[in-house]
């Protein structure tokens, strides 16, 4: 069984500060990680991904994420946002079975 | 452009009815996967097809069903619909590595919009 936890709903910053959105992830095997965004009225794309290896994950758009494996843990964060960066946000994990499950998402504005 | 298609965009209909959603998956991906996306339930699996092939069942309804085309493109028929089945509905499709080369990153199309009135 797999499932994951993304805490804060909402999360609101202003434009140029670090965004930290968290994530905590449940497996039954070593998980496959990953943090989708969705722009409004468009579907899921891929911001980066943790198969195996480096636990630091580098992304598209300045996006990166850190892999604890003891904390059950897989963070996204950005050193700067941009107006640009609203959107909603998604964790999600995959197992044996490769089906991801999804978290219920994360909405990031980000005001001037 | 994630190369993933879906139609149609937006879909009116009234309780009762039944509609067909379509995808077509990039090009050369086995493997199309339904989710359903509402305010209460967020994103959740509906079901997977490989190769023509049912693979994976999640909260799919009986009311409900999907297929898999020779030329890989797939329906999803929603049937006797209720306004509770008013939700995005997204098709994705995964890489052609086949079942074990798979992670589970998912390619996704925009979604087909139901609304139940």
């Known amino acids: 069984a797999q499932s994951v936890t993304q805490l804060g709903s909402h999360v609101s910053v202003s434009e140029g500060a670090l965004v930290l959105l968290r994530c905590n992830y449940s497996?039954?095997?070593?998980?496959?990680l990953f943090w989708y965004v969705q722009y409004p009225n468009q579907g899921l794309q891929l911001l980066l991904k943790?198969?195996?290896?480096?636990?630091l994950v580098k992304g598209i758009n300045g996006f990166e994420a850190e892999f604890n494996k003891s904390q059950t843990s897989f963070h996204l964060r950005k050193p700067s946002v941009h107006i640009s960066d609203t959107a909603e946000y998604f964790c999600?994990?995959?197992?044996?079975?490769?089906?991801?499950?999804f978290g219920r998402g994360t909405s990031l504005i980000v005001h001037p | 452009d994630s190369g993933v298609t879906q139609t149609p965009k937006h879909l009116i209909t009234a309780t009762g009815q039944r509609v067909t959603l379509r995808c077509s998956p990039r090009?050369?991906?086995?493997?199309v996967y339904w989710y359903q996306q509402s305010l209460d339930q967020g994103l959740q699996f509906l079901i997977q097809?490989?190769?023509?092939?049912?693979?994976a069942k999640g909260n799919i309804l009986e009311r409900f069903s999907a297929q898999q085309f020779p030329d890989l493109h797939s329906e999803l028929n929603l049937s006797s619909l209720e306004l509770g089945d008013s939700a995005l509905y997204f098709c994705?499709?995964?890489?052609?590595?086949?079942?074990?080369?798979?992670?589970?990153?998912?390619?996704f199309g925009e979604g087909s919009r139901l609304t139940v009135l």
């Open positions: 994705a499709s995964s890489d052609p590595g086949g079942m074990t080369s798979n992670t589970g990153e998912l390619f």
């Open positions: 497996s039954s095997v070593p998980p496959y």
């Open positions: 943790y198969t195996t290896g480096a636990t």
């Open positions: 999600a994990v995959s197992g044996g079975s490769y089906i991801p499950t």
């Open positions: 090009s050369g991906d086995l493997s």
């Open positions: 097809y490989y190769n023509g092939e049912e693979r």
